[in-house]
């Protein structure tokens, strides 16, 4: 289940570009908390502390107590803007976690013992066929990522949905019903690996200048 972390915030009153860059202006981020059968409320973020749990990774799939001001609200990030040159923060929403409901989520694959995968050990190169799934998930059991064990893992193997144990109320929203996340391929063959090596020789004798007849005495 994703963690749970505390982020506090201040009410914001001006809406539009103008009151945006305002915001900015005070090394704050503009952002929005909506959804839950509530209004949309405007808010602003200190943009250090916003800044560093964007790039500390899972920011889509992390649970926040938002502190606004002294009411506290349970959110989940659904969206985020940078700024194209700087890729500093420029605005975020958040979407409110009601009790009961669930919402839709690009869960991250990860793999873990790829040091002891007997197919990675012969030298087999890791297929991640995807990187993120998307799912339907309760919003108290929001899972952090998807893990795949690679320790028995050899050469010539894939991993389908199907084998994985998704956690409690998750469902996938894949069409495809029982797709690929991964494959462990072979490494290249020794006429592989030659192909490219003796093709090189025969390119530079067709591109080299035929030599010229001695002169005769």
């Given at each position: 289940?994703a963690a749970?972390?505390?982020?506090?915030?201040?009410?914001?009153?001006?809406?539009?570009?103008g009151?945006?860059?305002?915001v900015?202006?005070?090394n704050?981020?503009?952002?929005?908390?909506?959804?839950?059968?509530?209004?949309?409320?405007?808010?602003?973020l200190?943009y250090?502390?916003?800044n560093?749990l964007?790039?500390?990774?899972?920011?889509?799939?992390?649970?926040?107590?938002i502190?606004?001001?002294?009411?506290?609200?349970?959110?989940?990030?659904?969206?985020?803007?940078?700024d194209?040159v700087?890729?500093t923060?420029?605005?975020v929403d958040f979407?409110?976690?009601?009790p009961?409901?669930?919402?839709?989520?690009?869960?991250?694959v990860?793999v873990?013992?790829?040091d002891?995968s007997?197919g990675i050990k012969k030298?087999?190169t890791?297929?991640l066929?995807?990187?993120?799934?998307p799912?339907?998930?309760?919003a108290?059991?929001?899972?952090?990522?998807i893990?795949?064990?690679?320790?028995?893992m050899?050469?010539?193997t894939?991993v389908?949905?199907?084998?994985?144990?998704?956690p409690e109320g998750c469902?996938t929203l894949?069409s495809e019903k029982d797709?690929?996340?991964?494959?462990?391929v072979?490494?290249?063959?020794s006429k592989e690996?030659?192909a490219?090596?003796?093709?090189a020789?025969a390119?530079a004798a067709k591109?080299?200048?035929?030599?010229?007849?001695a002169?005769?005495?």
């Amino acid at each position: 289940m994703a963690a749970t972390k505390q982020i506090a915030a201040t009410v914001r009153s001006g809406t539009g570009k103008g009151a945006a860059r305002s915001v900015r202006r005070d090394n704050r981020v503009p952002g929005v908390i909506y959804g839950g059968g509530e209004a949309a409320q405007a808010i602003s973020l200190d943009y250090k502390s916003l800044n560093t749990l964007i790039y500390a990774g899972h920011f889509l799939t992390t649970i926040f107590e938002i502190d606004v001001e002294g009411r506290k609200e349970r959110v989940i990030p659904r969206d985020y803007q940078l700024d194209v040159v700087k890729d500093t923060p420029l605005h975020v929403d958040f979407l409110r976690l009601k009790p009961g409901s669930s919402l839709r989520v690009e869960v991250p694959v990860h793999v873990i013992n790829q040091d002891i995968s007997p197919g990675i050990k012969k030298g087999g190169t890791l297929n991640l066929v995807r990187h993120t799934i998307p799912m339907r998930v309760p919003a108290d059991n929001i899972p952090e990522a998807i893990t795949i064990d690679l320790a028995n893992m050899d050469i010539n193997t894939s991993v389908h949905i199907s084998s994985i144990v998704l956690p409690e109320g998750c469902k996938t929203l894949v069409s495809e019903k029982d797709f690929t996340v991964i494959t462990l391929v072979p490494p290249l063959t020794s006429k592989e690996e030659a192909a490219p090596a003796a093709a090189a020789p025969a390119a530079a004798a067709k591109a080299a200048p035929a030599a010229k007849p001695a002169a005769k005495k």
